[in-house]
């Protein structure tokens, strides 16, 4: 009976690690943390984000961390996560919500943005890595921006208050 209980933790924790992964990827990309953000792909991962961009996903990392330096602030959201582990691969699937806050001439705007990311995942070395991702992109929509009601909070980069508790261990 302990083998199954054994293979059921391992999968467990495969699955845990893959989440931490996915949210290590939306922190990344509102903390404009491309060593972070790369880290949750393997070097060579395939990245399909449609006409937006196809190329690795390190690459993308970069292209997206340029297209957020334009931007006044940002937030990226996972949710309905489910996880398939076989062995040392995996898949994944999840919806993501972004919002955009861009300046205009005309005052700024707000863009919101929901898809999902398709993932097929390696067991590298003790990590979990995207060796693809595809993002499947569902809805979106831009509107002005009438008076927000505070003003943004922390920093998009390692100066935020999150590096001061989210030590890695050891």
């Excluded at 919101?112 to 590298?124: C, H, I, K, L, M």
């Excluded at 929509?141 to 050891?170: K, W």
């Amino acid at each position: 009976m302990a083998a199954p209980i054994e293979a059921d933790l391992a999968r467990l924790l495969a699955e845990r690690a893959i989440e931490r992964q996915l949210s290590a990827y939306c922190r990344a990309m509102d903390r404009c943390d491309a060593d972070l953000g790369r880290s949750v792909f393997a070097p060579d991962a395939e990245a399909d984000y449609g006409d937006m961009y196809r190329g690795t996903g390190p690459g993308f990392v970069d292209f997206a961390l340029a297209a957020h330096a334009a931007m006044d602030a940002h937030v990226h959201r996972i949710g309905n996560v489910s996880v398939v582990v076989d062995g040392d691969t995996a898949g994944s699937e999840c919806y993501v919500d972004a919002r955009f806050r861009v300046p205009s001439p005309d005052g700024p705007l707000e863009i919101v943005s929901s898809g999902r990311y398709v993932d097929r995942w390696a067991g590298r070395d003790g990590v979990w890595v995207i060796t693809s991702r595809r993002y499947l992109h569902g809805i979106d929509s831009m509107r002005p921006l009438e008076n927000g009601m505070f003003a943004t909070g922390g920093s998009r980069d390692a100066s935020d208050p999150s590096y001061e508790v989210l030590v890695p261990p050891g």
